[in-house]
């Protein structure tokens, strides 16, 4: 199993954990490479997929977890995919939809959009067309995550909030006001979780996660 974006390897080492044996994680940066080759202590590759050095119909299954958002050309990527799959291999992709209701409310604010590190924005059909002309047949869609869909929503409305964009930026925060707002962070995505689940129920959540077959 590939997982392409494995960034520092939290998943690779979820499922070394499990037992998983035969998976390899693929990333642009070679230090998130790195990273991941020492926390899940398993192979990590740099470089971009339609070259990587792995043999065609060598994986059982591909997973790309918020990646091809970040692409100017996303179907390079899907093509490479379908290259590196064995027949009927499984394909797993989860983008930012842009057809949720939160890009309704917020616009340009919603985080989704995540400019200018986001190059392509999708909505479902979107990547849905886009899957069945790379040679893929969609078998299930999900329009929820339990990690992106509320803590997303409440860094819409609060982003100097979210944890993550606070350790990137290296803010300075003395010890009682780093919990405050780690408290107050939470506190709102408490609070998103009644219209995000709405919103995913009504297929428009804030993500959306497809699993595919190669044709």
């Given amino acids: 199993m590939l997982d392409v974006g494995c960034g520092g390897g939290l998943f690779l080492q979820t499922l070394a954990k499990r037992g998983a044996q035969r998976i390899v994680g693929f990333d642009f940066s070679a230090e998130a490479a790195r990273l991941a ?8 590759i740099c470089g971009n997929l339609s ?36 027949p009927h291999g499984r394909l797993i992709v989860q983008v930012p939809n842009a057809g949720c209701w939160q890009f309704l409310v917020f616009g340009e604010r919603w985080n989704g959009l995540d400019v200018p590190r986001h190059l392509t924005n999708f909505r479902a059909k979107d990547l849905e067309n886009l899957l069945d002309r790379c040679g893929f047949e969609v078998l299930r869609t999900k329009h929820f995550s339990w990690r992106d869909n509320p803590a997303g929503m409440a860094t819409s409305i609060a982003p100097n ?4 964009a606070r350790r990137m930026r290296h803010m300075q925060e003395s010890p009682g006001g780093k919990l405050l707002k780690d408290l107050v962070y939470f506190g709102l995505t408490v609070l998103a979780l009644p219209f995000t689940m709405l919103e995913a129920a009504c297929n428009a959540g804030s993500t959306v996660m497809v699993e595919a077959r190669k044709r």
């Fill in 37 to 44: 080759w020492s926390r899940a202590v398993v192979p990590a």
């Fill in 51 to 86: 070259s990587a050095p792995l043999a065609r119909g060598s994986c059982a299954a591909i997973t790309m977890f918020h990646v091809l958002e970040h692409l100017g050309n996303p179907a390079g990527y899907l093509h490479a995919a379908h290259d590196l799959l064995r």
């Fill in 161 to 164: 909030l979210d944890p993550m």
